[in-house]
């Protein structure tokens, strides 16, 4: 049993009952991200979801309020995206109307001092230090293959924030986008397992009633040219390279959405599917590629990653390009259908036995204004024919599209030979057989 529902300030909720369920879950969306920062606070959302844990109405620092929390289940588990930030956990059924109000207070009522945003500062630039090498440059693939496809603005900014722009940003600056973007116009908030329906509707009118209702979060329009072939960023140490394959795709919208979810699965769905099996199984090249679908509210990104020996990068290259280019001329084969229907099928029967994974997909569906729920996407996934996926291959995985991003220590004969690769690219609207 699933009910929506509107609070008067604008926030969305579904509620969707369970009652096979031992646990309860939530997911509280927020439609505010990397893409929406302005230039001088790259980095703003990440810190505000980092300082909104040092404490709130009742819970003055982040210990009081994580072991308030811990008491109901699960730990509160936060992030942010290019595009959203999310806050999910899992509570004993008893204990979930306590949590919510816990994440209630969270939200409306968070404390800003400035010595609490100057401590999660320094968290932060700690996380950072993962994506940098020790000149300080950004060695992420994933940050440097966004800013090839996107450029300095919107997508092409790193989630995390720019180092240099972090140690600018002030307590004033977190409460003025919390004030901004945390609002009911610009939430969602899905809640499932064994739920009273009756009594979840008070606790949600109490904990997050008092929001404001404000306005949704626009985004600027990204840029619509292809951007870089090819970007290679030099990083010493180490023995492998990373490398990333993305294709800018259409909105995750319609009848182009099953599709696009089928051609990422024969791509990558298992140690059985195309990717795996050439580069892992065949060549021996890779330990793991994987290929993801990323969706945005105008469009959405199709990614294949790997790390392989720097002498082995070409040829992964090449491996991904063949079997991108099977995918567009050669069917999928009977054998391959049935097991893409199959962990279909297991997929929607595992999502029934898990609340968080239904609170999630519940609120995503929210968030985006989706009005087929994720089930139905997910019986359109398995009803896509083989020549439809191939179709779809030819259309949107076109080489005149691709952008390769790679960072490691290549010499200049195989940067040379990956720059002949991307010129020839974009002169072709097919991949030659």
């Not at 505010?32 to 109405?57: K, N, P, Q, W, Y």
């Not at 997929?347 to 929210?366: F, I, K, N, Q, T």
Request: net charge negative; proline share 3%.
């Amino acid at each position: 049993m699933s009910e929506t529902w509107v609070l008067g300030n604008g926030l969305r909720v579904v509620a969707e009952s369970l009652p096979h369920l031992s646990t309860t879950s939530f997911c509280l969306m927020v439609g505010i991200g990397s893409r929406h920062e302005d230039d001088g606070a790259s980095g703003l959302t990440h810190l505000l979801e980092h300082v909104l844990f040092r404490g709130c109405a009742g819970y003055p620092d982040a210990q009081s309020f994580n072991a308030a929390f811990e008491a109901c289940g699960s730990a509160l588990d936060a992030a942010t995206s290019r595009d959203m930030m999310t806050f999910e956990a899992s509570t004993i059924p008893g204990a979930l109307h306590d949590a919510l109000g816990l994440l209630g207070a969270m939200v409306t009522a968070p404390g800003f001092a400035e010595s609490d945003v100057a401590l999660e500062r320094s968290v932060i630039v700690e996380e950072l230090q993962d994506e940098l090498d020790d000149r300080g440059r950004d060695v992420d693939v994933d940050n440097i293959a966004k800013r090839a496809m996107f450029g300095r603005t919107g997508l092409g900014r790193k989630i995390g924030g720019d180092v240099s722009d972090l140690t600018r940003l002030t307590a004033a600056d977190c409460r003025a986008w919390h004030q901004r973007f945390f609002c009911g116009e610009n939430m969602t908030l899905s809640v499932t397992g064994p739920l009273d329906l009756v009594a979840l509707r008070e606790v949600i009118e109490a904990g997050f009633g008092e929001l404001p209702a404000g306005r949704a979060a626009q985004a600027a329009a990204e840029p619509t040219s292809d951007g870089t072939a090819f970007t290679f960023q030099h990083r010493t140490g180490g023995s492998q390279s990373d490398l990333q394959l993305a294709w800018r795709l259409p909105a995750l919208r319609g009848d182009v959405a099953p599709v696009l979810n089928m051609l990422q699965r024969l791509l990558d769905d298992g140690t059985s599917s195309r990717l795996r099996h050439r580069l892992v199984d065949d060549l021996g090249i890779a330990y793991h590629v994987g290929a993801a679908l990323e969706e945005y509210e105008e469009l959405s990104v199709l990614t294949i990653e790997t790390q392989t020996l720097h002498r082995s990068v070409i040829d992964a290259v090449d491996a991904i390009i063949g079997v991108v280019g099977q995918a567009a001329s050669q069917l999928a084969t009977a054998q391959e259908v049935r097991s893409l229907r199959a962990r279909l099928e297991y997929e929607r029967r595992a999502l029934a036995d898990s609340s968080s994974g239904v609170a999630y997909l519940s609120g995503h569906d929210l968030l985006r204004g989706r009005s087929q729920p994720w089930r139905d996407r997910l019986r359109r996934a398995a009803e896509v024919e083989p020549s439809t996926i191939a179709a779809c291959a030819r259309d949107f995985l076109s080489p005149l599209g691709l952008h390769l991003t790679v960072v490691g220590d290549l010499g200049p004969v195989q940067r040379a030979a990956l720059r002949r690769r991307a010129h020839r690219w974009r002169g072709q609207q097919r991949w030659l057989a």
